[in-house]
């Protein structure tokens, strides 16, 4: 699996770009928690560096934080983290972790640091409906994971070079978003249902042709898709190993998770919302089969959080959604229904409630569970959407750290990184989350955040959210799903 090369560029560059993005406006970012440091940081952003001379690492220390490491560890109340550059170099007790001089100062009194969140189920292709196509509006996107502490994403399934580009420009620094994984386009059968987003397979053989080309383009994962039958599988599989990718599958309702994971496969794309038998956990064990959660796209379908749409007005997406989208989200959540409509809803709720038993079965159990979203969908967004992702692994029944574990360090386990990010440890990338409240107890308070930072910058979040001024106004269009 190859995993997104660590940003070589000095981190000072990275902090530069940020200010001077807020200074195009006028405005420092965040002036109440940012020390004088900012201002000479942005002094020197704005004369070019002498040869050879980046200067000394920029430090920012997070201070009377509880610390939540990410792995499951007991939170540190009264706790410092401090990031050299784009690495976490110290963590922990007050009195044990000194202050660099000059570091900029994050004080996170009453709150708590955690890893930036990994959304490990996300296409960034389609709009809020999950299947009209949304690409000239991709920044959106990216801001709005961004905004809401979402620093890593896999993006499970869009066309090809459209998603290569856009990981290609965050590594390089030129676009501000989110750690990108990708599946690229899926690998589907002959009758395929994103067509738009798919490589079509007449016949087992075809799946090497696939996998060679996508290990050229440099994708992170294969996703194998719905209309594979489970010799496919097979072959993808073997494919995959030939040209060093895993795969990850959604087998859609067929249920034979057992041939899949009897394949190999690294991951089902979705928690099964079907009946699941404590052999099949164990197989997954046994297999090291990993399981992305989504239960948010199966509430979305359910039409749960459709009920109450106070929702909506909460900051993580009404500041970074288009007004249009909430326009349309709120037509379609308001509609009445038809009794087919009604019926399959409450069914798809029935298969809620399975999947949220069968994610506790599985954690309890030992299998790799990981947070993921499916998003876009109606109700389920890009940023907001892992924050809820989280209140419903709790609601199925996992402890408020071993969610967050599941969306920050298994997400990078998934990607075998863990020695790159996705936890509070030294080494470990400076991609961290400041909230207010303690998260430990009480989940929901992911959400209130006072501060992202990522490579070790304190990001600008009042650039991130929408504005009328700034945004061409982009419609979706069309459909990526088949008719
Ligand atoms: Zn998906």
């Known amino acids: 699996m190859t995993t997104p090369t660590p940003r070589a560029t000095p981190a000072a560059i990275h902090i530069d770009a940020t200010r001077l993005r807020a200074t195009q406006r006028g405005a420092l970012p965040h002036a109440a928690v940012l020390s004088a440091t900012a201002a000479i940081l942005l002094a020197a952003a704005c004369a070019p560096a002498p040869a050879g001379d980046e200067g000394p ?14 792995m499951g560890g007991p939170p540190i109340a009264g ?53 009209s196509t949304e690409m000239l509006g991709y920044r ?4 709005a994971l961004l905004h809401a502490g979402v620093t890593t994403v896999f993006d499970a399934g869009n066309v090809l070079p459209f998603i290569q580009q856009i990981q290609a420009e965050i590594e390089a620094g030129r676009l501000p978003g989110p750690r990108v994984y990708m599946a690229g386009p899926l690998i ?6 994103w067509p738009p987003i798919t490589y079509f397979t007449f016949e087992a053989s075809a799946v090497w042709r696939h996998a060679t080309q996508l290990a050229d383009a440099g994708v992170d994962a294969l996703k194998g898709y719905a ?8 072959s993808l599989v073997q494919a995959g190993a030939d040209v060093g990718l895993p795969v990850i599958v959604d ?32 197989a997954m064990v046994e297999h090291g089969t990993a399981s992305i959660t989504t239960l948010a796209v199966l509430e979305s379908f359910a039409r749960r959080r459709l009920g109450d749409l106070a929702f909506l007005e909460h900051p993580l997406i009404a500041a970074t959604t288009p007004p249009w989208f909430l326009d349309a989200l709120r037509e379609h959540a308001t509609r009445s229904l038809s009794d087919q409509e009604t019926e399959r809803a409450a069914a798809i709720e029935a298969l809620l409630m399975t999947a949220m038993t069968n994610v506790k079965r599985l954690s309890d159990a030992g299998v790799l569970v990981v947070a993921g979203t499916d998003a876009p969908y109606p109700g389920v967004f ?13 609601e199925a029944g996992l402890t408020p750290l071993q969610a967050i574990t599941v969306a920050t360090r298994n997400a990078a386990r998934l990607m075998d990184a863990s020695d790159e990010w996705g936890a509070i440890a030294p080494g470990l990338a400076a991609d961290l989350l400041v909230v207010r409240g303690n998260p430990a107890e009480d989940i929901g308070a992911t959400r209130d955040i006072v501060a992202v930072i990522q490579h070790g910058v304190i990001l600008d979040r009042s650039q991130l ?7 061409l106004g982009f419609r979706t269009v069309g459909s990526v799903a088949a008719n």
Do not use: K
């Open 251 to 282: 087998l859609g309702m067929r249920g034979d998770y057992a041939a899949a994971v009897e394949a190999g496969v690294l991951a089902h794309a979705h928690a099964p919302s079907g009946p699941l038998s404590d052999d099949e956990i164990a």
């Open 57 to 70: 690492p920029a430090a920012v220390a997070v201070t009377n934080a509880t610390i939540i490491d990410g």
């Open 465 to 471: 959210v929408f504005s009328a001024l700034d945004d």
């Open 79 to 131: 706790g410092v983290v401090v990031a050299e550059g784009d690495r976490i170099v110290a963590v922990g007790p007050a009195a044990e972790v000194a202050v660099p001089d000059g570091a900029t100062i994050v004080d996170a009194a009453g709150g708590a640091v955690m890893p930036g969140l990994a959304d490990m189920h996300v296409h960034m292709v389609g709009g809020w409906d999950g299947v």
């Open 227 to 234: 209309g594979l039958d489970a010799e496919m599988v097979d």
């Open 140 to 143: 959106r996107y990216l801001n």
């Open 382 to 394: 890009q940023g907001e959407g892992i924050h809820r992702e989280l209140e419903l692994l709790v």
């Open 188 to 193: 589907d059968g002959p009758v395929p249902i």
